[in-house]
């Protein structure tokens, strides 16, 4: 099997741990409300759905937290809250340090654009594309192939790991060579497999 000319990997469980609770319990904070009010928004009128979509953009996303928390949030908030609640897998992020650097390395991620850059501060050399970009989210098998166009690799010669099951049976759909990893000990099996990594 001829190595990947491209490899897509999953943020949040794979590449990094997220803590939900804690992301609303910080941003909460900022906003002078209590959590589980933030959350009803977020969830209730679907905002952070539709920024991940990329339908609501960062700024309209906070204007309709503001206005219904009666807060004055950020961007910056935002990202100190996501950044408390982001643990990053040092572990894992030093396996792509040995990718060959012919392979096109990236991050597919379904987080919405105000997030997107603390993820490009904790992954430098690393491309980030976000579902806000393409317009689609993880499982939809188009999101895949629109993430193989902007790296400019076809799907069959690009390698795709996520934690989440259905998000590698997206890829499949999509034409991508695709499988699970939990943690470095099996990303890493998963990686010489394809020979990625000596």
Not at 69 to 92: F, H, I, N, Y
Not at 125 to 143: N, T
Request: glycine share 8%; hydrophobic share 45%.
């Amino acid at each position: 099997m001829p190595a990947p000319h491209a490899l897509l990997l999953d943020f949040d469980g794979l590449l990094a741990d997220y803590d939900h609770r804690r992301f609303l319990q910080v941003l909460a904070t900022a906003a002078g409300v209590e959590s589980p009010q933030l959350d009803a928004v977020l969830r209730g009128q679907s905002l952070e759905l539709a920024h991940a979509r990329g339908a609501l953009a960062g700024g309209a996303l906070l204007e309709a937290l503001n206005d219904a928390l009666g807060s004055t949030l950020q961007a910056k908030d935002w990202l100190a809250a996501r950044r408390a609640a982001s643990t990053p897998r040092r572990d894992c992020i030093a396996l792509l340090g040995r990718i060959p650097g012919h392979v096109r390395v990236a991050v597919l991620t379904n987080n919405g654009a105000l997030t997107l850059p603390l993820i490009a501060q904790l992954l430098p050399d690393i491309q980030v594309l976000g579902s806000a970009q393409l317009g689609m989210r993880k499982p939809d098998p188009a999101a895949y192939q629109a993430a193989c166009e902007m790296l400019g690799c076809p799907p069959s010669r690009t390698l795709f790991v996520d934690h989440l099951f259905r998000n590698v049976q997206g890829a499949r759909a999509a034409g991508l060579l695709a499988d699970t990893a939990y943690h470095a000990q099996s990303l890493r099996r998963l990686l010489r497999r394809h020979h990625l990594l000596d």
